[in-house]
């Protein structure tokens, strides 16, 4: 996990240097693209932790034995699921700012995240809600058994086999997100994408703009997945029987 985390950094801090040898138009817009990966792993990273944290809250929604909360947590994830990220990204661009306070202005950064942590986060409601339906009835019997309280047993007993169970379905979503992020550009974020539409824009060669942007996606999910990998291999996912 040190050695995932510190090849990603290096990666977005050192991109710019090996880039800058490349011949036009990659060498002369190679910061450029450096800046779009780091906003690209800025969107994943914080959309990818409120998403999870999204996916907790409403997959318990969705067990509840309240039925409203259920029915709303069952309407999110259907209507998230149900409908394009793109018109995700840009209802939220458009429609969010009207309803905020005045004086309260959300950048494209901000909408850009709030959506995609949206999107995300229905999908991660899946996940946790299988993770917590798969621990043993018994686990928790013997919890409350113990003396636990019901927010004891489900911090100290259910959450964590539960997304012992569901991390490789939410590590999934997480390589996702990496790509997902690149519809950002849809409402000027200048991520990743969008620096490459730039530069295609200005050199009228796309063939090599976008083969550089493939190769920078291609690291980025390799740098997510062997993270999530070694953060599986921690926590001995699957191999105990």
């Known amino acids: ?49 409120a998403g999870v944290l999204i996916g907790v809250l409403a997959g318990l929604g969705k067990l509840s034995p309240l039925r409203l909360l259920r029915w709303f947590c069952d309407g999110y994830v259907w209507l998230i699921r149900g409908t394009p990220l793109l018109l995700q990204i840009l209802f939220v ?18 909408c850009a995240a709030i959506a995609l942590s949206l999107n995300v986060g229905a999908y991660n409601t899946e996940c946790v809600r299988a993770g917590i339906l798969a621990v043993p009835a018994g686990q928790v019997e013997a919890a409350r058994a113990l003396g636990l309280t019901p927010l004891q047993t489900f911090l100290d007993v259910v959450l964590p086999q539960s997304m012992r169970v569901a991390l490789p379905a ?8 990496v790509k997902d992020s690149s519809l950002a550009y849809a409402i000027s974020v200048v991520e990743l994408t969008m620096v490459g539409y730039r530069v295609q824009a200005e050199s009228y060669q796309p063939i090599p703009v976008f083969i550089t ?29």
Not at 10 to 31: D, F, K, R, Y
Not at 93 to 110: H, K, N, Q, R, Y
Not at 219 to 240: C, H, M, N, P
């Open 93 to 110: 661009w458009l429609a969010l700012p009207t309803i905020m306070p005045e004086g309260v202005e959300l950048s494209d950064f901000a």
């Open 170 to 177: 939410l590590a999934n979503n997480l390589a996702s997100l």
């Open 1 to 49: 996990m040190f050695a995932a985390m510190i090849g990603l950094l290096v990666v977005l801090w050192g991109m710019a240097i090996p880039l800058s040898a490349v011949p036009a138009p990659i060498g002369p817009a190679a910061e450029q693209f450096a800046d779009g990966a780091r906003v690209t792993v800025s969107l994943t990273l914080i959309s990818g932790s």
């Open 213 to 241: 942007i493939a190769v920078i996606y291609l690291i980025l999910t390799t740098a997510f997945t062997t993270l999530t990998a070694a953060l599986e291999a921690q926590l001995d996912v699957g191999q105990r029987r």
